[in-house]
């Protein structure tokens, strides 16, 4: 058995047998769901309803404002509008909309105010203004003896039908859902380079600082040793994956065997109710929405993540093991992460900002391309359809450029695991990796 192999071994059991490596793989799914559930909780609960006190001197526009389950309005207009502003500092009100009389100058429209103490919402602000709107625009109709009726009437409402060159029918918002399904799988790849390369790092400066380095590097090459933890780790995240995709797989089965329970409990007149009854109420959009999500390229999405998680993870992790090989501590070892971790939130933001709009054009095709952004970019490309070629370029590059990481980091990793009690500099690290 070759000494990479044990030092594989090695590395992949001590985090497998870990305690904390136990409890988070499977806690983490829970605290997954019971997130989900608390925002889902939180979403429901109401907010504690607000009064706007609305000084109309006009006595045109309050029977406008309607009540809604966050804002009510209170008629305050035969209240002095100095006491109102009094009440709005000792926060008697959440604020004051001051309307004043009709001069019968285009001015007196800009002298409407609101008056709080703290800045109030856009969207609110927003909407008390399309109501002034629309009140003195209906106004302005009667005054210019315009039909109204014959206005509304008068006024269209297009609804455009989306359809494929192929003939069949395309749907609505459909970019966005693909844009969510590639960014999960982009920021999951995000997430675990930097927690398992952080693993990595952690695990090089324990053993320089606790001098156990100098007893393995003995008998073994300093490239062997980084390599066989950069694989040693990985294999711990993969194994990882895989519990986590068995748990799924699992909790999906039994809910569906309990729900087929539940169906089958029932009468055969009541289940064949139900059947109906559900198929009545069934959006057609929805049937439409699951058959477009299933002829997206799922498998391709797997492989592509699986193969993409394990090339970025061997990429970062040449960075992190060098880095983790030049410092004595993680504080020191600050200073190096930002110009690493930038490349994946960059990645990130292209990702959602670029791919949704153009996910063919240029900047979102160079970027997939680009190993530093490629594993985020291109998962994010996919759902949209990418071109074979295109994706096995990448994925030379990306697996390439790991090997030539790889190489420079090495150099800094032989000279690094043996320097104590200096912290490096950019300009130190590029001269070991000249030695």
């Known amino acids: 058995m070759s000494k990479t192999t044990l030092i594989i071994k090695r590395e992949f059991f001590a985090k497998v047998r870990n305690k904390s490596f136990i409890v988070m ?28 006190a609305v000084h109309d001197e006009s006595g045109f526009f309050f029977n406008e404002f309607k009540n809604t389950d966050e804002y009510h309005y209170l008629d305050a207009s035969k209240i002095d509008l100095s006491v109102l ?26 002298k409407i105010e609101y008056i709080s103490n703290d800045s109030p919402s856009v969207t609110f602000i927003e909407d008390i203004e ?7 625009t209906a106004q302005n109709y009667i005054q210019n003896h315009l039909d109204t009726l014959a206005i509304t009437k008068s006024k269209s409402d297009v609804s455009i039908h989306l359809q494929k060159a192929t003939g069949e029918e395309a749907l609505k918002g459909l970019n966005e859902i693909k844009i969510a399904i590639g960014g999960a799988f982009g920021y999951l790849i995000m997430m675990f380079i930097v927690i398992y390369g952080n693993m990595v790092m952690r695990s090089v400066i324990e053993e320089k600082v606790s001098r156990i380095i100098e007893v393995i590097i003995s008998s073994v090459k300093p490239f062997q040793l980084m390599m066989g933890k950069i694989i040693g780790t990985s294999l711990a995240g993969i194994l990882q994956f895989l519990i986590w995709a068995f748990l799924g797989i699992t909790a999906m089965f039994i809910l569906s065997s309990v729900f087929g329970v539940q169906m089958g409990s029932t009468s055969g007149v009541q289940s064949q109710q139900a059947i109906e009854v559900a198929k009545d109420t069934m959006n057609s959009n ?31 992790s040449s960075f992190y093991a060098a880095i983790g090989a030049a410092v004595d501590n993680e504080t020191d070892s600050q200073q190096f992460l930002l110009p690493i971790i930038m490349p994946l939130i960059l990645g990130v933001y292209i990702g959602f900002f670029t791919v949704i709009n153009n996910p063919h054009g240029t900047i979102a095709t160079v970027f997939s391309m680009i190993p530093l952004t490629s594993p985020i970019v291109m998962l994010m490309r996919i759902p949209f359809g990418v071109p074979a070629w295109q994706i096995i370029v990448s994925m030379i590059l990306l697996f390439a450029t790991f090997f030539l990481v790889v190489w420079f980091a090495s150099k800094i990793y032989r000279v690094g695991i ?3 009690g200096k912290k490096p500099t950019w300009k130190e690290m590029i001269k070991w990796m000249k030695y």
């Open 286 to 316: 929805m049937q439409m929405y699951i058959k477009e999500l299933w002829n997206l390229p799922i498998a391709t999405i797997i492989i592509s993540f699986i193969i993409y998680f394990i090339g970025g993870y061997f990429l970062y």
């Open 418 to 420: 043996l320097m104590y």
């Open 130 to 136: 399309d109501i002034i709107n629309q009140k003195l």
């Open 85 to 110: 502003k009094d009440s709005i500092i000792k926060e008697s009100y959440e604020g004051l909309l001051a309307i004043p009389k009709n001069d019968g100058s285009e001015k007196w429209q800009s």
């Open 25 to 52: 793989t499977f806690l983490s799914p829970l605290l997954f769901v019971g997130i989900a559930v608390f925002v889902g909780y939180l979403s429901t609960m109401k907010a504690e309803k607000k009064t706007i």
